[in-house]
């Protein structure tokens, strides 16, 4: 037996299916529960997004004094978070399908960031979530651009990974803009410059908008006082990016949180997807606001396990998980923001030097 | 309350492009028709919104609504239905209704009767109050398309229960544009108390000497200006003698409907028919297989498909490639909106009926369906 460096203990078939079996029943009960509660809670979060945002780019119009400046930028940085996360991400996975609000509708709801709605529920909706963690499958295991796993080959390009990281985290909209265009494949040759003229036309259409509203039409509108609303627009962007970086990267790139090879998919029960779910995603403990403000992303674990459960259900069904993981001697990754971003930096730090794979964690006992 | 300020911006964007075209460069539709609402106003960028204006009895549990919808509603036309949309606990439910009353100016009349555990009927009738807001289709049907422009043939109407609502509007609009009505309405209901239109439809048949309006009620407790009897071969063979060429319309539930064309379809110039109840299985045993049909809208085709297979499969079988992605339930890729009929989820065991999105790999048909695909 390889030792393994995964806190989890490997499930025999058995336990692995009747694992799933429990994971469906709880997703089975929280889908039946869904209704009146949900659709008053996603429309309140909208009524204050929209207030947030309304606040905040008002305030800037008064930006030339310093106090209007902070509180209209940071209002207007939070109703962007709220409207990218808790509204923007969860009504894409069709959390809020069941309300038949064709503006709640998640195959048609576009969000208000550069990148496409279309290609976001491609790379994350079906490749993340179906894929989750498995390297080589799942491109967001380091957006094509990182080393966060001994899995992954090094090139002595990754000492620059810190700075790269530093960056994505900084333009982190305009990184999953271009997610799916995939341009590592350019190099190799998988792709070329006509496919991907052709497939950035979207984005491109998409950005320019949201790059005229932000830079050029709401600071036109205020006039003499440009400059103010345009920096604040730039800064209020720039929290959104930093915020949705951390709170993403805390999901998936903890110490515990693992990497899988391709060769689970082979056959791979309903159970044993569960399974990979749970050991490939990592929750923040927080308060309220805190999970709302992360769209509940905080609770990574319950998402992926129920990505179409409504998030805000997350909270209380992960008692019911942890209870289940007890159960099975499965590791629940979770702890506070800072301790969970501090292992992502030292992932991101350690490497981008050379390292070497820990022998695999194995899902299922032989 | 229609807030002014609204109502110009409605204005603006009406006259696009140039200031609909910054209002759009400035914010997204959602945020357009969030704060239209949220300032008292109707108005939206695309879809219709009315407004509640009156609400009136027109017979026991039968209640009209006159609605006043923003400027997004296109042309109605005599005959036609529309579909209401309401929010009914968290959830958005909608049934189709027919135009009923004249209304003035761009407003419309929709008569909703109470069905016995009709979700979106007991809503209508318990809980909308004037001053309120639902939402609308775009009219559609084409019951009148013409028999209002051809006034030489003689009209043969039949109606049963509800259908009486669109088949009223047609008179109603005929004689509005003055047109003199030749012919006879049949009007069946069940109970004597049901009777809608009644006043109109008198003073319609006084005005127009060449129309009669027959009654049909088998109560036990009649009514005097009603007969008793039902759509039969007798009566058939009457019609038939009476109006040789005349232009049939029939309105009401299936069964209705069914008979109608059987006995009068082969009778004078032309038969229209339109029936409003659908036909829904029951939710059955996993065990026996059913067989339905299902309507792709936008591929035009039209599949048999068995209840014991997901739709995703169905439809890839049959030659299309519908979008997907996990074929698990998961990533909501292969979801579409679907327009009639009912779909079970598999995963949550939830039986959709109606309009609605629907998660094609975990979906089975229970009844025949139609999907925006
Ligand atoms: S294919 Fe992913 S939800 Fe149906």
Redesign the interface.
């Given at each position: 037996m390889s030792q393994s460096k995964s806190k989890s203990r490997a499930l025999s078939p058995e336990e692995l299916a009747a694992f799933g079996a429990e994971l469906d029943a709880l997703?089975?009960q929280a889908?039946?529960a869904v209704?009146?509660?949900?659709?008053?809670y996603i429309r309140r979060i909208?009524?204050v997004q929209?207030y947030l945002e309304f606040a905040g780019r008002g305030l800037l119009f008064a930006g030339i004094f310093p106090p209007a400046w902070l509180l209209g930028t940071l209002l207007l940085g939070i109703s962007k978070i709220l409207e990218n996360m808790e509204i923007g991400h969860n009504v894409?996975?069709?959390q809020y399908?069941?309300?038949?609000?064709?503006?709640l509708?998640?195959?048609s709801y576009?969000w208000?960031t550069v990148g496409t709605s279309d290609n976001w529920?491609?790379s994350h909706?079906?490749?993340h979530?179906?894929y989750t963690n498995i390297k080589g499958v799942d491109d967001d295991v380091g957006y094509g651009l990182l080393r966060l796993f001994p899995e992954q080959r090094w090139h002595p390009a990754f000492i620059l990974q810190p700075l790269f990281a530093a960056l994505l985290a900084l333009l982190f909209q305009w990184g999953v803009a271009i997610q799916e265009l995939q341009l590592g494949k350019l190099l190799n040759g998988r792709k070329s410059w006509a496919q991907i003229r052709r497939e950035f036309r979207p984005v491109w259409r998409k950005s320019r908008?949201l790059l005229?509203?932000d830079y050029l039409?709401?600071p036109l509108?205020a006039g003499p006082f440009f400059l103010t609303v345009l920096s604040g627009n730039l800064v209020a962007n720039l929290i959104r990016n930093l915020w949705t970086f951390t709170i993403i990267f805390c999901g998936h790139f903890t110490t515990d949180a693992e990497v899988f090879h391709r060769s689970v998919l082979d056959g791979e029960s309903?159970g044993h997807?569960y399974l990979r779910q749970l050991r490939g995603s990592s929750n923040l403990r927080g308060g309220k606001w805190f999970h709302i403000l992360s769209g509940n992303l905080s609770h990574q674990i319950e998402h992926h396990l129920f990505?179409?459960v409504p998030a805000h259900r997350y909270q209380g069904l992960s008692l019911d998980v942890q209870e289940i993981c007890r159960r099975y001697g499965q590791h629940y990754n979770t702890g506070s923001l800072p301790r969970q971003f501090g292992q992502v930096v030292w992932r991101i730090l350690r490497h981008s030097m050379p390292s070497a794979p820990a022998p695999r964690a194995a899902l299922i006992a032989r | 309350m229609t807030s002014p300020f609204l109502s110009s911006a409605e204005g603006l964007i009406a006259r696009k492009p140039v200031l609909g075209g910054?209002v759009a460069?400035?914010m997204?539709?959602?945020?357009y028709?969030?704060?239209s609402r949220?300032l008292g106003s109707t108005a939206a960028w695309r879809?219709v919104f009315a407004r509640v204006v009156a609400a009136q009895w027109e017979a026991a549990d039968t209640l009209t609504l006159t609605l006043r919808p923003n400027r997004n509603l296109g042309q109605v036309s005599a005959g036609q239905h529309l579909t209401v949309?309401a929010?009914i606990?968290?959830?958005?439910?909608?049934r189709s209704y027919s135009l009923s009353r004249l209304a003035s100016g761009r407003d419309i009349c929709l008569t909703v009767r109470r069905e016995p555990g009709g979700l979106v009927s007991n809503f209508l009738h318990d809980h909308v109050q004037v001053g309120d807001v639902l939402e609308l289709s775009q009219p559609y049907g084409d019951l009148a398309t013409g028999l209002v422009s051809d006034a030489t043939r003689p009209l043969l109407m039949l109606a049963a229960g509800s259908g009486i609502t669109a088949i009223y509007n047609l008179l109603a609009s005929m004689a509005a544009s003055g047109r003199s009505l030749q012919g006879e309405l049949l009007y069946w209901e069940k109970q004597p108390d049901r009777f809608c239109f009644t006043e109109e439809l008198n003073r319609l048949q006084a005005e127009h000497a060449g129309l009669r309006v027959s009654r049909f009620c088998n109560a036990t407790e009649g009514r005097e200006d009603a007969e008793r009897g039902r759509l039969d071969a007798a009566l058939a063979a009457r019609l038939a003698g009476a109006y040789p060429a005349a232009s049939i319309v029939a309105c009401g539930g299936g069964a209705f409907v069914t008979a109608a064309r059987e006995l009068l379809g082969g009778v004078g110039k032309e038969f229209r028919a339109e029936a409003f109840t659908p036909s829904f299985a029951t939710i059955d045993d996993e065990t026996d297989e059913q067989f339905y049909e299902l309507v792709l809208r936008r591929s035009g085709k039209t599949l048999r498909v068995s209840s014991r297979q997901s739709l995703l499969e169905q439809i890839e079988d049959a030659g299309l490639s519908p979008e997907h992605?996990?074929r698990?339930?998961?990533?909501?890729?292969c979801?579409?909106q679907q327009r009639g009929g009912e779909s079970v989820n598999e995963?949550?065991?939830?039986a959709l009926r109606g309009?609605?999105?629907v998660?094609l790999c975990v979906s089975r048909a229970n009844s025949d369906l139609e999907l925006d695909l």
């Open positions: 997703q089975q889908i039946a209704g009146e509660r949900d659709a008053r909208i009524r929209q894409m996975h069709g399908d069941f309300m038949n609000d064709p503006a509708s998640g195959a576009e208000d529920r491609e909706n079906y490749k979530h179906t908008r005229l509203k039409f709401f509108l309903r997807w990505p179409t | 910054l460069a400035l997204t539709e959602g945020q028709d969030f704060w949220e879809r949309s929010d606990a968290g959830r958005r439910h909608c992605g996990c698990m339930g998961i990533c909501n890729s979801s579409c995963l949550s065991g939830a309009q609605g999105a998660r």
